[in-house]
């Protein structure tokens, strides 16, 4: 059976958005043209309430019409004129019994069919929406969750990037420890004073000795 | 007061911190060559396989109900640094210099002269090395690399 459709196997399922879309689109051709809608719900209607009905009805108008013909022959006017009246009488009794019934109950129908086709769009409406909210809802736990991978994600690059900060700026920490070493030592630095004598001095040094 | 004679004052301090002295100075020197060790691995963390689904859930339902999705790609290859995987500004640096290189060579050769070539390790010609002045002190410290 190569190539032949499998009915059992399963259907690939629709997305929600995909229900959704669907639904909402169904509704709104059932809104456009409720008629259409509603027809399409006469159909089974029509073969299983009217069809049944008339059947019925012609089934009696068979076995009165036959009841009637038995009384005829009995009393042995069978294909009489008077026969002959009572079975038109008779069959236009019937006639107008199913017709009487027929638009009733397909007046009865169309009307249940208008309703029935707008709380179908109703449900569809309600189906519809109810998988978008889904699909939304499970869209947003997804990106949540996917923005909390990210940022784990982004908190390991922040580390390394500060190790790398810390490697490369290494020799400035290394100066600083040596500039805040000697910064914490007191003062160092002393001031000396030194004369070298010049001629004057040496002439006013040997006045002082004579 | 001398009269004839010359007075002087000299700064002292002891020899250990006048070497200490110039070994920071020295290393100052040093640090001031520095070159700008750029870094090259990623920045910003990556969108993740969810968030590349989300993405295209988010498109499939726009195409659902008869919309564009706007598929495609967006952000730059991300780059892997030992498993951390996300995008680097490498190359809008690579190529903001490449830039200036470009429209502004003067300024582009005129930054790095201050260090040394981070590849060749050659002093720069504008470096603290390269300046054309001798310490007064005399220094203890050596100088140089390694």
Known sequence: MAGSANPNMVQPMLTPMQRASGANMQALNTYSNPAAAAQNMMNPYNQQVVDTTLRDVGNAAQIGMNTLDAQAQAAGAFGGSRHGIQGAEALKGYQQQALDKVGALRQQGYQQSMNNAFNAAQGLQSTGQQAFGMGNQLQQNQMQQGAMQQQMMQNLINSGKQQYAGFTGQPLQNLNTMMGTISAQPTMAGKETSFQPGLFNYLQFAAGLA | ?146
């Open chain 2, 1 to 146: 007061m001398a009269k004839g004679g010359r007075e002087s004052n000299d700064a002292t301090m002891p020899a250990f911190f006048e070497t200490a002295l110039q070994q920071s100075i020295g290393m100052g020197q040093d640090a001031a060559a520095m070159p700008y060790a750029e870094y090259r691995g990623p920045d910003v963390a990556a969108f993740n396989p969810m968030q590349e689904a989300a993405f295209q859930n988010q498109q499939n339902a726009m195409n659902a109900f008869g919309m564009q999705g706007g598929q495609g790609g967006y952000m730059p290859t991300p780059v892997n640094a030992g498993g951390a995987i996300g995008y680097s500004s490498a190359p809008v640096y690579d190529q903001a210099r490449q830039n200036l290189q470009t429209f502004s060579p003067a300024t582009a050769e005129y930054i790095p002269s201050f260090g040394i070539d981070p590849v060749t390790g050659e002093m720069g010609s504008r470096a603290p090395d390269s300046q054309p002045v001798a310490l007064e002190m005399t220094s203890a410290g050596r100088r140089g690399g390694k």
